[in-house]
């Protein structure tokens, strides 16, 4: 097997130094210090003889692995796929790859992984924290090693924090069935302390105390089942008379929310006006169509790497506390206007906030 070749056979070959063949490799303000004929007569060379650089050998040399650790709730779910995608793309593009984990929102996986991650010496992390992590986190900050957290956050923790306006756009997708005469309007949501949750559901009490509404919820266990989930939305449906709207808190509870609402054979919107929480592909597809509340999948992963690609160039590795939250939007459908001609509307939250 022929040898491979090194950077300081590379030099010899070409008569000049290991450290001017690394400042070309690297680029940056050192490869501008290297003249431009003998940049070219490098980059050919390397080019003619297909030589890679030893990652691992580069990392010993650097102290950057180049990879970034990404930890999400589950990354089969739409959401958190579309935005792994979307982050992993424009990584790559900057010369960093990702590691996907999923914690199914399990706080010792979420410890193991995050162990995980710091063994592989992931020179940043992306955040979608579980209950219970805080700690972690906080060895995380003192890592030295940028962190952006998303999706949820710890509000007792200083982090650098993408998230949605959850509270704005609960209350447009209440305000929504209001104005459009649904007036026993129940909220389904999960029974989490997560502060994304918590935020919907002061969102809908906001929307339904301004009406001089009765707030009614069902908090459900998360991990039921898809038959029990049903089963309970069911059997809340029909213990609260005259129910004619419900917003349900995520798009899988929506989903078990319309099974539910076809074994009552109630027909939508007529008898109960629905609107999901993170829109669904299917959605549109539904008959009725759904109205869904829509996160902003391509500006949160575009921030995520803004911040994260800038943390990492200027050697920025304590990112200033701040919370990014991103507004949402309505796409209005059939499932929540009554006696009209459709047409597709779409209502905003608030625009973006710093806090």
Do not use: W
């Not at 906080?138 to 007792?156: G, S």
């Amino acid at each position: 097997m022929k040898k491979k070749l090194s950077i300081h056979d590379i030099a010899r070959e070409l008569g000049v130094s290991a450290t001017t063949i690394s400042f070309v490799l690297k680029g940056g303000e050192r490869g501008k210090k290297v003249s431009e004929p003998v940049k070219q007569r490098i980059l050919s060379y390397i080019e003619s003889i297909g030589y890679k650089p030893n990652p691992i050998a580069q990392n010993l040399r650097t102290g950057k692995s180049k990879i970034i650790g990404m930890l999400v709730e589950d990354i089969s779910d739409p959401f958190f796929s579309a935005i792994g995608r979307i982050v992993e793309d424009s990584l790559y593009k900057s010369g960093y790859k990702i590691f996907h984990a999923s914690t199914d929102n399990d706080t010792e996986k979420a410890r193991n992984l995050l162990h995980l991650f710091r063994e592989r010496q992931v020179d940043g992390y992306i955040v979608a924290p579980t209950p219970g992590i805080q700690k972690e986190i906080l060895e995380l900050l003192h890592e030295a090693k940028p962190v952006i957290v998303f999706d949820r956050y710890f509000p007792e923790i200083a982090t650098t924090n993408v998230v949605i306006d959850n509270a704005g756009g609960a209350y447009t997708a209440t305000m929504h069935l209001i104005e459009n005469g649904f007036t026993k309007i129940a909220f389904v949501t999960l029974d989490s302390d997560q502060i994304q949750m918590s935020e919907r559901l002061a969102g809908f009490n906001k929307a339904i105390a301004e009406a001089n509404l009765e707030s009614r919820c069902l908090k459900v266990r998360y991990k039921t089942s898809v038959q029990n989930l049903s089963a309970e939305i069911k059997e809340f449906i029909s213990g609260y008379a005259g129910v004619d709207g419900i917003l349900f808190g995520t798009n899988y509870l929506a989903v078990s929310g319309l099974k539910a609402i076809q074994d009552l054979q109630m027909i939508i919107p007529n008898d109960i006006g629905i609107v999901g929480f993170d829109d669904n592909s299917h959605f549109e597809l539904f008959t009725p169509s759904i109205t869904a509340v829509a996160q902003p999948v391509e500006q949160i992963s575009k921030k995520i790497v803004q911040l994260l690609i800038k943390a990492l160039s200027e050697n920025d590795t304590v990112l200033t506390a701040k919370t990014y939250a991103l507004p949402t939007e309505l796409i209005v459908r059939e499932s929540s206007v009554r006696n009209a001609t459709f047409a597709v509307k779409t209502n905003m939250s608030k625009s973006e906030t710093k806090l």
